[in-house]
């Protein structure tokens, strides 16, 4: 499996961006993808994730509604809708893929990772 991200960028307060991970490979049905972030200095963190069927999906407690992971099967691509964004949401935002059924928010489980896009929130 091969996951790239885009759409990061430098946004000031209450703004929104929209990150996007191209996935490739086999199997991408059956999977659960996840989003996680690690700004400078802390460990990284889970943000969203779903599985490619759409359901259930998970946030973490920090998003209070101001993201929303999604994806579109046609294009093998998952979505990280994100507005409202704080100075607090910098960091560098990973795409992940989970082989099997569960949907996790535990890093450990993700055994496909993308290079990373950077999110950078201004005050």
């Known amino acids: 499996v091969y996951l790239a991200e885009t759409g990061g960028g430098s946004v000031q307060a209450g703004g929104s961006l929209r990150l996007s991970c191209a996935a490739s490979?086999?199997?991408?049905?059956?999977?659960?993808m996840g989003w996680f972030r690690q700004a400078p200095g802390k460990e990284r963190e889970f943000v969203a994730a779903?599985?490619?069927?759409?359901?259930?999906?998970y946030y973490g407690d920090f998003v209070t509604g101001r993201f929303t992971i999604s994806r579109d099967n046609a294009k093998n691509t998952l979505y990280l809708q994100m507005d409202s964004l704080k100075p607090e949401d910098t960091a560098v935002y990973y795409c992940a893929c989970k082989i099997g059924m569960v949907v996790s928010s535990e890093e450990l489980d993700y055994e496909y990772w993308g290079q990373g896009t950077q999110v950078t929130v201004s005050s």
């Open positions: 490979g086999n199997t991408l049905a059956r999977n659960a």
């Open positions: 779903t599985h490619w069927s759409g359901s259930p999906t």
